[in-house]
């Protein structure tokens, strides 16, 4: 891998279209730009408006471009876990050459066999395929192998599927908005990689949760893998809509003050304001009090839904959940699960600057999955017309040097200057 790649990453949620461009830049990531684009086209299980994902990717796209001074051609494509299934297989392959000595073309070509010798079935679509660890000279890890000495090579693989009808009509609708789909990865293992919990699920599970307007999306993970996916119709939007059948309240507002204005760990909320609004000519407000008892049912609703999948999972083990995606913000609503489920709860929001927002958590999660897989494909192909940019970031460059002298500190530089000069003459 170069000292330099740029990449973009698409995820499309049920209610927007995320797209961040981010640089790796001496091992360090940094976002060049972030575009949250509203689309109603998708929902957790189906493409409801194709033409309204096809254009709501093509304006951010177009935007993100416009400001980087360079096109977007290829995108690394996140996909719901919707019936979502994992295959797991050994695959052990050969080692050739007069050295016998491990390549990335033979950890390539386990996974292909590994991909080979499984049928998937009709309705799954594989979208990735992971080496868990690997076995040389009877040594299990989860370092790559490269240039180990071995006779043979022994790699255990995930296959990763999702639904079929629904990966194929969202890379459809990518490749109509005039993009290349470089690698796709359920949204779930990106949000895995995000947070850096394949590491702290080795010796215990972890149950992840990436809350959205509709659904809640759980992934497990157990001695490092995703092991298990599943979605919970039901997510912040949802709880927002007690909100918007009582007081008429639009649903971006909702669940704006769902997320921030509603404190569900409160044991006793305050009767201040927390929204004013015209409604027929008469102001109308609402106040904390009344938000939390307005959602508490809905609210209720989440959590028993959450629960029942979580408990039968606890009883393998010592298990942390946490809470992420565009509800992860909610304040108190681990606090409100950890009590329900009597195990540490906690919220996850990224820290990386430019995307401090649990929504971003799988699209930034993308970014460190495929940097991942860069060892074993060896792709150094970047997102962007890169020639492009360059002499975008070049220009701007020569633009402000050239107006240095126009800065104010400088004129006022120069005027001291100017009057120094005239006194010793």
């Known amino acids: 891998m170069t000292n330099k790649q740029i990449f973009a990453a698409v995820e499309v949620s049920d209610h927007e279209v995320r797209l961040i461009v981010g640089e790796f830049f001496n091992t360090r990531f940094n976002i060049i730009k972030v575009e949250r684009i509203p689309c109603a086209g998708m929902s957790y299980s189906v493409v409801s408006d194709p033409e309204a994902v096809v254009n709501a990717v093509k ?17 690394i494509l996140a996909m719901p876990v919707y019936k979502a299934k994992r295959y797991s297989i050994t695959s052990v392959v050969d080692i050739d050459g007069l050295e016998r000595k491990v390549t990335r073309q033979d950890i390539l070509k386990a996974l292909k066999k590994a991909e080979a010798a499984t049928t998937i079935g009709k309705e799954f679509a594989l979208i990735q395929s992971v080496p868990v660890k690997y076995t040389v000279n009877g040594i299990t890890t989860r370092r790559l192998p490269i240039d180990e000495k071995c006779e043979q090579l022994t790699v255990d693989v995930d296959l990763l599927c999702a639904d ?44 992840l949760l990436k809350m959205e307007r509709t659904s809640t999306s759980l992934g497990l993970l157990r001695k490092g893998r995703l092991t298990t996916a599943t979605v919970f119709p039901y997510g912040i939007g949802s709880i927002a809509m007690a909100l918007t059948e009582t007081y008429g309240i639009k649903e971006e507002t909702a669940v704006e003050l769902v997320k921030y204005s509603a404190p569900l760990n409160k044991p006793n909320c305050s009767d201040n304001p927390v929204h004013i609004w015209s409604e027929g000519g008469e102001t109308r407000t609402i106040n904390e009090q009344e938000l939390v008892a307005c959602i508490a049912e809905n609210v209720e609703i989440w959590l028993a839904g959450i629960a029942k999948t979580c408990i039968p999972i606890l009883q393998a083990g010592e298990t942390t959940v946490m809470i992420t995606g565009e509800g992860g913000e909610t304040m108190g609503l681990d606090e409100l699960l950890q009590d329900r489920l009597h195990i540490e709860v906690r919220t996850y929001i990224p820290e ?45 460059d020569k633009k402000a040097e050239g107006s240095k002298e126009d800065t104010l500190t400088n004129k006022l530089r120069g005027l001291f200057l100017e009057g120094k000069n005239k006194v010793e003459r």
């Open 164 to 207: 079929r009808k629904v990966s194929y009509d969202i890379v459809g609708c990518i490749e109509r908005a005039g993009l290349t789909v470089k690698d796709i990865f359920l949204d779930m293992y990106a949000v895995g990689k995000e947070e850096a919990q394949f590491e702290q699920a080795m010796n215990r599970q972890v149950i």
């Open 352 to 396: 990386t600057l430019g995307g401090r927002n649990a929504g971003l958590t799988a699209c930034l999660g993308l970014f460190y999955a495929y940097q991942d897989k860069l060892p074993i494909v060896g792709d150094t192909d970047d997102s962007l017309d890169m020639d492009a940019f360059i002499k975008a970031v070049s220009y701007r």
């Open 59 to 75: 304006v951010a796209a177009s935007d993100a471009s416009k400001m980087i001074g360079a096109e977007i051609r290829k995108v």
